[in-house]
């Protein structure tokens, strides 16, 4: 059998034994698609935010389908890949979010999984997200993106993993620049309800807003970050966003 | 799609679309100098199914550099940098020369 490994060994040639003629890839978890959206992507009058375009129908299940209607419409698909190596190739090859223009958004999403909250994996779920000054997060930011979608594709963010890519925790990772801050958000499928009401979502859930603040954005636990065009690192469901400040309730790690 | 003349360039096909995605990470052999991922992270890990570590991740960074072949071109989707000129800089200067 040490033979036959030996035999094998050699046979398999990584992109760092070989970088023009590798034989395998790493493969992700999960596949994933880039999604992409800016002013020149959009028809105009349309809205920004999907909720008020998306229609409510179960077309939304059958991406490439629904992909002609309201928002989506203007959300371009880049691409998907589903190994390290493909991943690399594009991240070497695409525009850092300090090189995107205003009000643009790049969506990283699981294969299958639209990045709105009407999605079938969204909908009983939430965001962590940052908003960040621009000005003084510039050299940042780019890092602090490739970081997040590192932990996203790598699936390092749920301190709890499920074996199933189904089923699993994280949906997407987002970043938005705006005139005066970029913002990132991690989604996740489920949102734990009232702090009482599991508990052991609730750990799970502040456990990724953790890692996010601390491992992937590289802050102190105990720093706070609020302040002028600057939040917190926050977690808000899709249903409480929706109510638009009315009693919304946050975690804040 | 539309034509991609960039793909004409490419004289051999891609590994990136030729190369089979691994089975069982546990037969990868790493030249000297280059980390497994985590090994805790794949305990249980189903055949092709890995999680990977930040810092095993990033050891691709300097070497995949060619553009999937699936990769449309970027303007044609209004993806556009704000500055072509910083971007080149941030990338390390000039297609090529970029360094390890």
Redesign the interface.
């Known amino acids: 059998q040490e033979v036959d490994?030996q035999a094998?060994?050699e046979n398999?040639r990584?992109?760092?034994?070989d970088?023009?003629?590798?034989?395998?890839?790493?493969?992700?978890?999960s596949a994933w698609t880039l999604w992409?959206d800016?002013p020149?992507?959009k028809g105009r009058n349309l809205p920004q935010t999907p909720i008020s375009a998306f229609p409510q129908t179960p077309v939304l299940q059958t991406p490439g389908a629904q992909a002609a209607q309201g928002w989506m419409e203007d959300i371009?698909r880049?691409?998907?890949?589903?190994?390290?190596?493909?991943?690399?190739?594009?991240?070497?090859?695409?525009?850092?979010p300090?090189?995107?223009?205003q009000k643009a958004n790049y969506y990283l999403f699981k294969e299958g999984i639209i990045p709105a909250w009407e999605d079938e994996a969204n909908k009983y779920g939430g965001k962590w997200s940052i908003q960040l000054p621009k000005d003084k997060n510039r050299p940042h930011v780019?890092r602090m993106w490739l970081?997040t979608m590192?932990?996203a594709?790598?699936?390092?963010f749920d301190p709890s993993?499920t074996?199933n890519?189904n089923n699993s925790l994280i949906t997407g990772v987002i970043v938005s620049t705006r005139p005066q801050f970029y913002r990132l958000s991690i989604w996740t499928r489920l949102a734990p309800g009232p702090a009482e009401e599991d508990p052991k979502l609730r750990e799970r859930i502040e456990s990724v807003g953790r890692h996010f603040k601390v491992?992937v954005l590289g802050y102190q636990e105990t720093q706070k970050l609020g302040g002028p065009l600057a939040t917190e690192v926050e977690f808000q469901s899709h249903k409480d966003s929706e109510k638009k400040g009315k009693s919304v309730r946050k975690i804040v790690v | 799609g539309p034509l991609d003349l960039s793909a004409a360039k490419v004289s051999r096909q891609s590994?990136?679309s030729?190369?089979?995605?691994?089975e069982d990470?546990n037969?990868?052999?790493?030249?000297e100098g280059?980390s497994s991922p985590k090994p805790e992270?794949n305990e249980?890990?189903?055949p092709?199914?890995?999680?990977?570590?930040?810092d095993?991740?990033?050891?691709?960074?300097g070497?995949?550099?060619?553009?999937?072949p699936?990769?449309?071109p970027?303007d044609a989707?209004?993806?556009?940098?704000?500055?072509p000129s910083?971007?080149a800089m941030?990338?390390g200067g000039s297609r090529g020369g970029g360094h390890r």
């Open positions: 490994m094998q060994a398999i990584t992109v760092f034994s970088p023009a003629n590798f034989n395998v890839k790493h493969p992700l978890f992409f800016s020149s992507t371009k880049v691409i998907n890949f589903d190994s390290v190596e493909e991943f690399w190739g594009l991240y070497n090859n695409i525009i850092p300090s090189q995107l223009p780019d970081f590192l932990a594709i790598g699936e390092t993993p074996n890519p491992q | 590994s990136l030729t190369a089979r995605l691994i990470i037969t990868i052999k790493y030249p280059i992270l249980n890990a189903k092709g199914q890995f999680r990977y570590d930040r095993f991740l990033l050891q691709f960074m070497v995949c550099k060619e553009k999937p699936n990769l449309p970027l989707i209004g993806l556009e940098p704000i500055d910083a971007l941030s990338r």
